[in-house]
């Protein structure tokens, strides 16, 4: 299951860089418990201003994808996003668009 909750957020997006949120290591944990699916989330900011937005697409994916209903996100600031977190995946598709990593 956490593998298929990992490949519906592939397709969640950041609104302001063209990769995926499990490809840009912002996906920290997933945890299924009591029938609830229980995600940590890091965001490339802590102002981002688009953060109800991201939280709201992986709640509306995951509910249309796997039909999961309990579904709660935390946001962890406690460590820094950077680019050492993206994946190599994600960095190949970044480098295809012409951006630096």
């Not at 009591?34 to 991201?54: E, F, G």
């Not at 209903?69 to 460590?79: P, S």
Request: proline residues 5%; negative net charge.
């Amino acid at each position: 299951m956490i593998n298929k909750i990992y490949d519906s957020l592939k397709e969640v997006y950041d609104p302001e860089i063209p990769l995926d949120i499990v490809n840009l290591g912002l996906v920290k944990a997933i945890d299924i418990k009591d029938n609830c699916i229980n995600i940590v989330l890091m965001l490339t900011s802590p102002n981002c201003p688009l953060q109800d937005v991201i939280v709201s697409q992986v709640i509306n994916k995951l509910k249309n994808d796997l039909n999961i209903e309990n579904i709660n996100i935390t946001l962890d600031f406690t460590t820094p996003w950077s680019t050492s977190l993206i994946t190599k995946e994600g960095k190949e598709k970044l480098q295809k668009l012409g951006w630096k990593i």
